[in-house]
């Protein structure tokens, strides 16, 4: 079974708008991370959060952890046309990396 | 280097076929993986590898075979083809699953259809 859910499954937003979408999951993990997909294509490593770090940057995007409620969001500041993608959180435990359904995000010009 | 490289990109079978899903990486990475991503529910992951001569199952393993005599190759073998194996096949690699690191790199895919 899927380990992480993505939350809304899809949005859309003005260019220049932020994006927020969030992450639960199940099971006590390691990691967790985040996956851009283009359409058509692989997927793409974001950023990775520790299980003991709460917040981390890179570039525009934020993502904070909360592993009380089991739960992470992403969020991607003044969004570009290029942002446009499907978004994906994964759980790692032991050697098993679990996703998500993710999130579609379409960016409107 | 070339990253994580699949091949074919796409392939269409007959039920009851047999075929090869090749997958190479050039960074010498220990571990490995596949994964298949259906609509609406995102990877799930078919058989890994934690280096040479190690494989273990993932979620959805039934119908497919893999192996791994070298670092750098890890085909994923469809013993007979289904229609319900109609997706889009994604190999992985990472340095490690370890508390450090675990970023995967993905190849580009493998389109198949089963008719």
């Known amino acids: 079974s899927q380990q992480g859910e993505e939350d809304p499954q899809a949005l859309s937003i003005q260019e220049g708008e932020n994006a927020t979408m969030n992450c639960s999951y199940k099971?006590?993990?390691?990691?967790l991370q985040w996956y851009r997909q283009n359409s058509g294509r692989g997927l793409v490593h974001l950023i990775l959060?520790?299980?003991?770090?709460r917040e981390k940057h890179s570039g525009r995007l934020r993502v904070t952890l909360d592993t009380s409620k089991k739960s992470s969001s992403l969020l991607i500041t003044a969004s570009r046309a290029a942002d446009t993608a499907s978004y994906f959180c994964?759980?790692?435990?032991?050697?098993?990396?679990?996703f998500g359904a993710g999130t579609t995000v379409t960016v409107r010009a | 280097n070339a990253g994580v490289t699949q091949t074919p990109k796409f392939q269409v079978l007959k039920t009851g076929q047999s075929m090869t899903l090749q997958c190479a990486q050039d960074?010498?990475?220990?571990?490995m993986s596949w994964y298949r991503q259906d609509p609406g529910m995102g990877l799930r992951l078919i058989h890994y590898?934690?280096?040479?001569?190690?494989?273990d199952q993932g979620e959805v393993p039934n119908g497919y075979n893999v192996s791994r005599s070298t670092t750098e190759d890890f085909p994923l073998r469809l013993l007979s083809a289904a229609p319900s194996q109609t997706s889009v096949y994604f190999c992985?690699?990472?340095?490690?699953?370890?508390?450090?690191?675990?970023?995967?790199?993905f190849g580009e895919g493998s389109r198949l259809t089963v008719l």
């Open positions: 960074m010498n990475h220990e571990y």
């Open positions: 959060i520790r299980s003991n770090e």
């Open positions: 590898s934690v280096g040479a001569g190690i494989t």
């Open positions: 994964a759980t790692t435990n032991d050697y098993k990396l679990s």
């Open positions: 992985a690699s990472s340095y490690g699953q370890s508390y450090y690191t675990g970023e995967l790199f």
């Open positions: 099971t006590s993990i390691n990691n």
